[in-house]
Antibody
Framework: EVQLLESGGGLVQPGGSLRLSCAAS????????MNWVRQAPGKGLEWVSA????????YYADSVRGRFTISRDNSKNTLYLQMNSLRAEDTAVYYC??????????????WGQGTMVTVSS | QSALTQPASVSGSPGQSITISCTGT?????????VSWYQQHPGKAPKLMIS???DRPSGVSNRFSGSKSGNTASLTISGLQAEDEADYYC??????????FGGGTKLTVL
């Protein structure tokens, strides 16, 4: 079964850091670009970041560029999101999502269940 | 990058057809055939319903269809069913190499 499982969310103070992980199974992980998408409580979806299958290319939303770093370990079938200098407005459920074949960040066919990140003092 | 514009809510009776619009600009919806639609039930992860304007992934009912005209994309659901009640989001690739989502539309099946 194709599956994505996020972990690492939690409560962090403003200015703090957190590292999210997304474990993939059921497909050839390195063949797919991966993304992070977030959803603030009661709000819509917001694309955060993308990484190519080889990890050779990375992309970020303006709202997180310079603070967040996306990476992947294809030997461990795992996607990461290092989040630094966290702000209250980063509070959201963070989903990892697989891009469709041939895409990097314009459509996502597999989603994880999400992990909640709360930035508050 | 501003969010794409969707109606906040739409409704329809079982068996009817509804259409949800998604309006952007020539820098996103109008400039690329990279519009997608997602269905999200409360507390659940989004599900891809349509990619690249009108492509329906395997396993998605053929009651769902997508189209685009100019800067506006549309999702049509025919033969409305109770389980279609959910939030729907459109997304589009943008000229700034980013991805933008719509604000979401709550579909109510009467």
């Amino acid at each position: 079964e194709v599956q994505l499982l996020e972990s690492g969310g939690g409560l962090v103070q403003p200015g703090g850091s957190l590292r999210l992980s997304c474990a993939a199974s059921g497909f050839t992980f390195s063949s797919y670009a991966m993304n992070w998408v977030r959803q603030a409580p009661g709000k819509g979806l917001e694309w955060v970041s993308a990484i190519s299958g080889s990890a050779g290319s990375t992309y970020y939303a303006d709202s997180v560029r310079g603070r967040f770093t996306i990476s992947r370990d294809n030997s461990k079938n795992t996607l990461y999101l290092q989040m630094n200098s966290l702000r209250a407005e980063d509070t959201a459920v963070y989903y990892c999502a697989r891009a469709i074949v041939g895409a990097i960040r314009h459509a996502f066919d597999i989603w994880g269940q999400g992990t909640m990140v709360t930035v508050s003092s | 990058q501003s969010a794409l514009t969707q109606p906040a809510s739409v409704s329809g009776s079982p068996g009817q057809s509804i259409t949800i619009s998604c309006t952007g600009t020539s820098s996103d919806v109008g400039g690329y055939n990279y519009v997608s639609w997602y269905q999200q039930h409360p507390g659940k992860a989004p599900k891809l319903m349509i990619s690249e304007v009108s492509d329906r992934p395997s396993g998605v009912s053929n009651r769902f269809s997508g189209s685009k005209s100019g800067n506006t994309a549309s999702l049509t659901i025919s033969g409305l069913q109770a389980e279609d009640e959910a939030d729907y989001y459109c997304s589009s690739y943008t000229s700034s190499s980013s991805l933008v989502f719509g604000g979401g539309t709550k579909l109510t099946v009467l």
